[in-house]
C-alpha cells in the first residue's frame, strides 16, 4: 500500500526513545522527511538523523518558545509541516510515587501535568497554520493506557493523557474545516523497548494475563499503526483515541 508519505516532512518527537527512533525510522521507510526532535541526547539523535536521511533539532516540552521555535526552523529547511507526532514525554519521576497522591509536592505533579499536555497542545497550534495553508495535515498523539486504566503512582501523568484525549477530538473538528486534516491519539500500553527493561522485569503473569497475546508488544510492532494514521492512506480515521495495546 502506498501510504503518500514520500517526499512529505513529518516532525517526530522525542525520537531518541525506545519508541522514538523506531517511529522515526518507520517514516523515513517510506520516503518521508523526518525531523527527529532530541532533548538533551543530541550525539544519539544526529546519529540517527544520519541513519535515515533525517534532519535533528533540539526541542524541549517545558520550553514554552520551543514549539514556535521548531516549527520556525522546519519550516525555513523544509518549507512545509505535513506530519506531527507528539511523542515526546516529561515523566517527573519524583511524581510517579504510589503513595497518597495528595502528599505530593505542587512543584512535582505540575512538573507532570503542565509539559505533557502543554508541550503538546503549544506544538499542535504551532503546526496548525502551515497545515491549514497546504489544506493537509495529520497530528498523531500518543498517550498512555493509564489514562483510561489506571495505576497508582500515575495520577498526575494520566490527568496529562486523558486532557490530550480531549483536546485532539475538538481539534479534528476544528482542523477539519480547512481541508484534509485529521488529528488522532494512539494509546499505548506497557511497550517492550531498549529504554524500558528495568520496567518490564518487574511484570508479573498477573498483568500478562490481561494481554490476549499473553505477552507484550516490542516498540517496532506499534509503528505500523502510527504511521498509517499519520499517512495520506488514511482519510477515514479522525477524532479517535485508538489502543495499540495487543488487545489488554
Known amino acids: 500500500m502506498d501510504l503518500g508519505l514520500e517526499g512529505r516532512t513529518v516532525i517526530v518527537t522525542g525520537a531518541t526513545g525506545g519508541i522514538g ?25 544526529e546519529e540517527l538523523a544520519k541513519e535515515i536521511g533525517g534532519q535533528a533539532v533540539r526541542y524541549a ?15 525555513d529547511r523544509t518549507g512545509r ?37 502543554e508541550g ?14 497546504r489544506r493537509f495535515g495529520r497530528l498523531v498523539h500518543i498517550s498512555s493506557g493509564i489514562a483510561t486504566s489506571g495505576m497508582a503512582g500515575g495520577e498526575y501523568y494520566g490527568a496529562a493523557k486523558a486532557a490530550l484525549h480531549g483536546f485532539s477530538r475538538s481539534v479534528a473538528f476544528n482542523l477539519g474545516r480547512d481541508g484534509d486534516i485529521i488529528s488522532n491519539v494512539v494509546m499505548l500500553g506497557l511497550t517492550r523497548t531498549d529504554t524500558n527493561k528495568h520496567i518490564v522485569e518487574l511484570v508479573d503473569d498477573a498483568y500478562l494475563a490481561l494481554s490476549p497475546l499473553g505477552r507484550l508488544l516490542d516498540a517496532a510492532e506499534v509503528v505500523g499503526p502510527i504511521v498509517y494514521l499519520g499517512s495520506a492512506a488514511n482519510t477515514g480515521v479522525n477524532g479517535q483515541v485508538v489502543a495499540v495495546t495487543g488487545g489488554s
Open 21 to 45: 527512533r523506531h517511529l522515526a525510522r518507520g517514516f523515513a521507510a517510506e520516503g518521508a522527511n523526518v525531523v527527529l526532535t532530541y532533548h538533551s541526547a543530541k550525539e544519539a539523535a
Open 61 to 75: 516540552l517545558d520550553e514554552p518558545a520551543a514549539a514556535t521555535d521548531l516549527v520556525r526552523e522546519v519550516l
Open 81 to 117: 509541516v505535513d506530519v506531527l507526532v507528539n511523542n515526546a514525554v516529561q515523566w517527573g519521576g519524583d511524581a510517579l510515587d504510589e503513595g497518597p497522591f495528595e502528599a505530593l509536592p505542587d512543584e512535582h505533579w505540575l512538573s507532570v501535568v503542565r509539559p505533557n499536555i
Open 120 to 133: 503538546a497542545i503549544r506544538l499542535s497550534r504551532a503546526v496548525a497554520p502551515a497545515m491549514r495553508e
